[in-house]
């Protein structure tokens, strides 16, 4: 792995994209889990690559299916998902802007972003995210249509989830260009 790629992983469940301000909202597992199933029982109904839920009064993307390892490609607005694979990080990310053009795309829901978002793992609750694995990803205000699709080439096994822009607001700001961190600590919740 190359630690230049700040990557997301999954302790067997959903991962988990919420606005930044309402992430204080999420509950994930609790201590009662399964008896309980809260916030992470919520987003383990998702059915198929992705869907929405609501928490704190807004939107978050599931990312269901497969736990997979995953990060997020801004040049190209996509989430790239591992389920398995041998590939060094960046001979991979390269194969996937490769294979972009390939992809068959399942559209899937349209989802306003108006922030910056958070992605975790759906078993986390909102006071363990900033010291566990996360991804500030900082899109452009917007409508997004989110697309799916799975493509398998030797050695690797993916699922790519591609946020594309159907609409942005004349004042999107954070001048037009997707950011992603993943620095311990930046996300307060």
Known sequence: ???????????????????????????????????????????????????????????????????????FLRQHNVLVRE??????????????????????????PTWTIDEPVVLFDSVYESTEIATEEHLRIDLPTGEYLIEAGYIEVPGEYLILVRLLSVRLPPSAGRDGQPVASNARGDVQC
Do not use: F, K
Not at 17 to 25: A, D, E, G, N, Y
Not at 95 to 106: S, T
């Open 1 to 71: 792995m190359n630690s230049e790629t700040p990557w997301v992983t999954s302790a067997g469940g959903p991962l988990i994209l919420i606005p930044q301000s309402v992430c204080h909202h999420w509950g994930g597992a609790p201590r009662t889990y399964p008896d309980d199933e809260g916030d992470y029982g919520r987003a383990c109904e998702v059915d198929g690559y992705v869907g929405l839920i609501d928490v704190g009064g807004a939107q978050a993307l599931v990312l269901g299916d497969m736990p997979a390892r995953t990060t």
């Open 83 to 108: 389920i398995a694979g041998d590939e060094d990080d960046a001979s991979l990310l390269a194969l996937v802007v490769d294979l972009l053009p390939r992809v068959e795309w399942e559209s899937g």
